[in-house]
T-cell receptor, first 112, second 118 residues
Framework: QKEVEQNSGPLSVPEGAIASLNCTYS??????FFWYRQYSGKSPELIMS????GDKEDGRFTAQLNKASQYVSLLIRDSQPSDSATYLC????????????FGSGTRLSIRP | GAVVSQHPSRVICKSGTSVKIECRSL??????MFWYRQFPKQSLMLMAT?????????EQGVEKDKFLINHASLTLSTLTVTSAHPEDSSFYIC??????????????FGPGTRLTVL
């Protein structure tokens, strides 16, 4: 089982709809969770971080965390063509020397 | 958010030459820096993790003598691709992390360096 799993997509969503991106992780002890957005040819950009169970909202983005189910998701409301990108879920380790584990990413396409 | 810079953004070199890429954290001190490589349409691949003042930890399959990493200060890490060959052509991305508490464990990425080896 991969440590961080995401559906590779592509996920196609009509403009204005809600895009739902999902991620599962294997380490029950994980405390921090991140969502990054990566446009083609660019480096990843941090969108959201979430540490506690429940929802965290930031503009059109909502991160949802369920530690019992080891599941974290990202909702994008009112999807825009500019949201078309690959979204990476990331879960860091405990210590300062440990690496952050990235999922393989979900490619999202917003169709006009 | 914190800013990480990378230089150069793009480099083209001849086969057999060495290329140095710099990664700097501009407004925070990075206890840990990471180097990734990404081939077209593929995921990020972690190459190595470096902590200031100590030797880098390389991922399995990454040649430490070919990809030299130096993390001499809390704001600068360098990756040197020695004797580069066309198969080393890729998008190299660094990232930096300030600490490991909830408030500081976020990893920030540099803009990346596109290396083309002819």
């Amino acid at each position: 089982q991969k440590e961080v799993e995401q559906n590779s997509g592509p996920l196609s969503v009509p403009e204005g709809a809600i895009a739902s991106l999902n991620c599962t992780y294997s380490d029950r002890g994980s405390q921090s969770f991140f969502w990054y957005r990566q446009y083609s040819g660019k480096s990843p950009e941090l969108i959201m971080s979430i540490y506690s169970n429940g929802d965290k909202e930031d503009g059109r983005f909502t991160a949802q965390l369920n530690k019992a189910s080891q599941y974290v998701s990202l909702l994008i409301r009112d999807s825009q063509p500019s949201d078309s990108a690959t979204y990476l879920c990331a879960v860091p380790g405990y210590s300062s020397a440990s690496k952050i584990i990235f999922g393989s990413g979900t490619r999202l396409s917003i169709r006009p | 958010g914190a800013v990480v810079s990378q230089h150069p953004s793009r480099v083209i070199c001849k086969s057999g030459t060495s290329v140095k890429i710099e990664c700097r954290s501009l407004d925070f001190q990075a206890t840990t820096m990471f180097w990734y490589r990404q081939f077209p349409k593929q995921s990020l691949m972690l190459m190595a993790t470096s902590n200031e003042g100590s030797k880098a930890t390389y991922e399995q399959g990454v040649e430490k003598d070919k990809f030299l990493i130096n993390h001499a200060s809390l704001t600068l890490s360098t990756l040197t691709v020695t004797s580069a060959h066309p198969e080393d052509s890729s998008f190299y991305i660094c990232s930096a992390r300030e600490g490991f508490t909830e408030a500081t464990d976020t990893q920030y990425f540099g803009p990346g360096t596109r290396l083309t080896v002819l």
